[in-house]
Nanobody
């Protein structure tokens, strides 16, 4: 079993930055693809970004490209989401998720059911 715990959320003004962390425990984290999703009030949970276990390949949804950056430290079992140039529409609860089955991982990245593990979420609020 893997436990994922997000941290780093908070309130920030538009144009500001936050770095979210997702710490994993319980299993070998380094073989997982790690993704981030977000859910705004009244909306479905949507895909934000994903990183292959090697850290060499990342994939972002269009609305965050050029502003958000994924990284991971396998030695610390932690994945990070650096969020810059934040906008009010980025306001949401952000969730990290881990997937152990990597076949066709890019094509499955947006499929919430593909992920094996989820964190509890961390709130990000961007004021205008």
């Amino acid at each position: 079993q893997v436990q994922l715990v997000e941290s780093g959320g908070g309130l920030v003004q538009a144009g500001g930055s936050l770095r979210l962390s997702c710490a994993a425990s319980g299993r070998t984290f380094s073989s997982f693809a790690m993704g981030w999703f977000r859910q705004a009030p009244g909306k479905e949970r949507e895909f934000v970004a994903i990183m292959h276990w090697s850290g060499s390949v990342t994939y972002y949804t269009d609305s965050v490209k050029g502003r958000f950056t994924l990284s991971r430290d396998n030695a610390k079992n932690t994945v990070y989401l650096q969020m810059n140039s934040l906008k009010p529409e980025d306001t949401a609860v952000y969730y990290c998720a881990g997937a152990s089955k990597l076949s066709n991982w890019v094509s499955r990245a947006r499929d919430r059911s593909w992920y094996d593990y989820w964190g509890q979420g961390t709130q990000v609020t961007v004021s205008s």
